[in-house]
């Protein structure tokens, strides 16, 4: 489990914010409620050396950075998707091959790797797992570009789950 999974168990909001346009929020929350610097902060995490009174420092920052966006009316989900339909728009515009040309090479890097792994025909390093987790992470954001993103399903399953059938 990442340490951005563990910040969001326990801050779903500041967790937002962080792959969002108003990371600075997020981060200027999480670094003022801990008293120390975004690495730092990952360390900790990802470590598992977090105190109970960080953990209460953390869920303090949550309820900190909702009200900061209450008070300048903000909405972090809709920041994300109105980002990514900006990218979306100005890919329309441009006409651009070059974003898919970088998304098929990400593809091909990304499984070609993981075959390779599977297949014992590349030797391991700490550099090529470095390589396959940003090619991993890409490829996610691509797929997520391209198709939209997990949270609208999530929602829309939700919506479906609660509503009632026609008879």
């Given amino acids: 489990m990442s340490w951005l999974d563990t910040i ?24 003022s409620a801990l008293g120390m610097n975004s690495d730092d902060i990952q360390k900790t ?16 920052a949550e309820i900190a950075l ?21 990218a979306r ?20 890097g990304f499984f070609g790797i993981l075959v390779g792994l599977m297949t014992d025909n590349v030797t391991k390093s700490d550099a090529l797992l470095l390589m396959l987790g940003s090619l991993g992470t890409a490829w996610t ?3 997520s570009f391209y198709f939209g993103s997990s ?4 929602k829309q399953s939700e919506m479906l789950h609660n509503s009632t059938p026609l008879k």
Avoid: W, Y
């Fill in 8 to 31: 969001e168990k326990l801050a779903p909001t500041v967790a937002t914010c962080l792959g969002s346009p108003v990371a600075g929020m997020a981060v200027s929350a999480l670094e």
């Fill in 45 to 60: 995490v990802e470590t598992n050396k977090l105190t109970g009174d960080q953990v209460a420092a953390i869920q303090q």
């Fill in 66 to 86: 909702k009200a900061k966006a209450q008070e300048l009316g903000l909405n972090f989900e809709q920041l994300a998707v109105d980002d990514r339909k900006s």
């Fill in 89 to 108: 728009d100005m890919q329309t515009a441009t006409k651009s091959s070059i974003p898919a040309i970088l998304a098929i090479g990400v593809t091909i």
């Fill in 141 to 143: 954001a691509i797929v």
């Fill in 151 to 154: 949270s609208h399903s999530e």
